[in-house]
């Protein structure tokens, strides 16, 4: 089955970027999608189809997908962006999710 | 405003059945494909597709831990989408939200989840 490979842990200063990598066979044939996740929340859409941003999300997070990695970017990281980030992929009739991240802005 | 409302988890013996609903509204819910996706409790990071469905049900995926236990349905008319859990391990507690799905393999709306224990 496809799997999808997250850092379990990124730390970053405020006003720092914070990146998140997504690895898996083949990815950047696949588009890709990224959900930030706070404790006690549901799971929030901050990118999709690799680089596009919902309404509402800040300019500060980007994302792009190439080759076998896709790679999440928290460009001046504020003290609320510290949640867990999953990144998911469709392959073979399956949805996919990251092994998740963990952001803690030191 | 898009709502997505699920209800039905609770405290199940092993082997037992439970049937999640979700209801929506501040959408055309029959225009939208939609999802089940679980979250295990305490265990830090960790989310879990759990089933999918087109807009008319012409189209039913499961994850491979699912199927032949889970069926998932909806009712365009009620708006209301279904979860119908059988045989229940101890590894399926979880928290289980539903999904929108966008137009091209991502959910941009979730609900706030519902609990599911299974435990004698």
């Known amino acids: 089955s496809y799997e999808l490979t997250q850092p379990p842990s990124v730390s970053v200063s405020p006003g720092q970027t914070a990146s998140i990598t997504c690895s898996g066979d083949?990815?950047?044939?696949?588009?890709v999608c990224w959900y930030q996740q706070k404790p006690g929340q549901s799971p929030v859409l901050v990118i999709y189809?690799?680089?596009k941003r919902p309404s509402g999300i800040p300019e500060r997070f980007s994302g792009s997908n190439s080759g076998s990695t896709a790679t999440l970017t928290i460009s001046g990281t504020q003290a609320m962006d510290e949640a867990d980030y999953y990144c998911?992929?469709?392959?073979?009739?399956?949805?996919?999710f990251g092994t998740g991240t963990k952001v803690t802005v030191l | 405003e898009v709502q997505l409302v699920e209800s039905g988890g609770g405290l199940v013996k092993p082997g037992g059945s439970l049937r999640l609903s979700c209801a929506a509204s501040?959408?055309?819910?029959?225009?939208?494909?939609m999802n089940w996706v679980r979250q295990a409790p305490g265990k830090g990071l960790g989310l879990e597709w759990v089933s999918s469905i087109s807009s008319t049900s012409s189209y039913i995926y499961y994850a491979d831990s699912m199927k032949g236990r889970f069926t998932i349905s909806r009712d365009n008319a009620k708006n209301s989408l279904y979860l119908q859990m059988n045989s229940l391990r101890a590894e399926d507690t979880a928290v289980y939200y539903c999904a929108r799905e966008g137009v091209e393999n991502y959910f941009d709306y979730w609900g706030q989840g519902t609990l599911v224990t299974v435990s004698s």
């Open positions: 998911q992929a469709w392959d073979s009739s399956t949805y996919v």
């Open positions: 083949r990815l950047g044939d696949k588009y």
């Open positions: 189809q690799d680089t």
């Open positions: 501040g959408f055309t819910f029959s225009s939208y494909s």
